[in-house]
């Protein structure tokens, strides 16, 4: 079993600063790509920032110049430094991992209970 857990979600004013962070425990032999994507109520699920096992990162256009993603590899945990928030940031936001569990299988994707984010006055 491979689980992940969300946390630093909360409301925030605009202008303000969140970090969210995302611990993978359980059977794990190796972590991949980590990443965070989000959703708001009546849209899809996209991504906000994903970065590789080596620290290789890529961003929305939508969030470049404000979010940063890092990890901790001895930790399994990634994180996501949000600053200047807009209200349009607001929805909930799940960490995505691929994770292998076994020398003998490949890859497989988990995903976070998510976590709410709201920007507003």
């Known amino acids: 079993q491979v689980q992940l857990v969300e946390s630093g979600g909360g409301l925030v004013q605009p202008g303000g600063s969140l970090r969210l962070s995302c611990a993978a425990s359980g059977s794990i032999i190796s972590i991949g790509d980590m990443g965070w994507y989000r959703q708001a109520p009546g849209k899809q699920r996209g991504l906000v920032a994903v970065?590789?096992?080596?620290?290789?990162?890529n961003y929305a256009d939508s969030v470049k110049g404000r979010f940063t993603i890092s990890r901790d590899n001895a930790k399994n945990t990634v994180y996501l430094q949000m600053n200047s928030l807009k209200p349009e940031d607001t929805a909930v936001y799940s960490c995505n991992a691929a994770v292998r569990r076994s020398v003998w299988s490949g890859v497989r994707e988990y995903w976070g209970q998510g976590t709410q984010v709201t920007v507003s006055l």
């Open positions: 970065i590789t096992s080596a620290g290789t990162t």
